[in-house]
């Protein structure tokens, strides 16, 4: 059953509650049963493909969650946004939003370095890297419901203006817009390292929700994909809490960023020049 046009406050309210219910949730850890191992220690379905923490079907129903695709006013707003948005190209906001739609790893992985304040890599960080490497499927399965139900078109095939990547264009036409897998991915990164290393949540969170504007900035999302990409990466996380493997990696991760602190692990990354890009105007 699709929710009425949620608000706010059911949202507020909603989030601890299935946290809670997570909580008494005892799915079994999935395994690379059919599949098989990377050469990271990671279990996947298939190669660069890996396996989340949480059983098939176990992942929010996001056309349940989620209302239909705006109409009326409000898709008129995701115009609006995405005019103003489309300014922006050119832009280093728009070379940043190339950047933040690479999801294949290793190149994804130090996404976040610069707002966590240390580089995750395969040798010193391979908990946190087994972490982003599975919850990216976890969030992803989470949003694929709604796609398809909806196929919602992307900007870009109405518009006729570029993305910021034009190779991943005659894939994406083909795709649901709504709501936005990049998005969910990265807002359930946001909250996964931001409850590692507590004092970096701020940024964390913020890196999160750039993360997400990222994808109407490449032109391949409307506004409305992305806030409700926003609501299935925190029913992902909630959801999450009830598996036993995703809890102890997240502690090793815990504990490994907290020694790659001490050590003085460093993003390699030029994070003044990624600020300077996320600084950019709001649209």
């Known amino acids: 059953m699709n929710l009425p046009k949620a608000a706010p406050h059911f949202r507020a309210t909603v989030l601890p509650i ?3 219910l997570a909580a008494c949730s005892t799915h079994p850890a999935p395994s690379a049963a059919g599949g098989s191992v990377g050469t990271d220690g990671v279990p996947e379905s298939r190669p660069g493909r890996a396996i989340g923490y949480l059983p098939a079907g176990a992942e929010p129903d996001s056309a349940a969650l989620l209302p239909a695709p705006p109409a009326g006013a409000a898709a008129a707003a995701d115009q609006a946004h995405m005019q103003a948005a489309l300014g ?8 940043q939003a190339a950047v933040d739609a690479e999801l294949g790893f290793p190149q994804a992985a130090p996404l976040f370095a610069c707002a966590l304040g240390v580089e995750i890599d395969l ?3 391979p908990a946190t890297w087994r972490l982003l490497r599975r919850t990216l499927d976890d969030a992803a399965r989470s949003t694929r419901s709604a796609k398809d139900r909806y196929q919602r078109p992307r900007p870009f095939l109405s518009n ?8 991943d264009e005659p894939q994406l036409a083909h795709s649901g817009s709504y709501p936005s897998g990049h998005t969910a991915i990265g807002t359930l ?7 590692a290393v507590p004092d970096r949540a701020d ?3 913020a890196r999160g929700r750039a993360f997400g504007q990222s994808r109407v900035v490449c032109n391949v999302h409307w506004q409305s994909d992305v806030a409700e990409g926003q609501f299935m990466g925190m029913a992902t996380f909630a959801r999450l809490q009830g598996e036993p493997a995703f809890r102890a990696d997240l502690e090793a991760a815990r504990a490994e960023l907290a020694a790659a602190r001490a050590a003085g692990r460093i993003p390699r990354g030029d994070c003044a020049a990624e600020a300077a890009a996320l600084a950019a105007p709001a649209y």
Not at 88 to 95: D, E, K, Y
Not at 189 to 195: E, Q, R
């Open 189 to 195: 990164w946001s909250l996964v390292l931001a409850s």
């Open 88 to 95: 922006l190209r050119g832009s280093a906001r728009f070379s």
């Open 160 to 167: 006729g203006a570029p993305t910021c990547t034009p190779e």
């Open 18 to 20: 299935l946290v809670l």
């Open 203 to 205: 940024a964390l969170l």
């Open 123 to 125: 040798e010193h960080t």
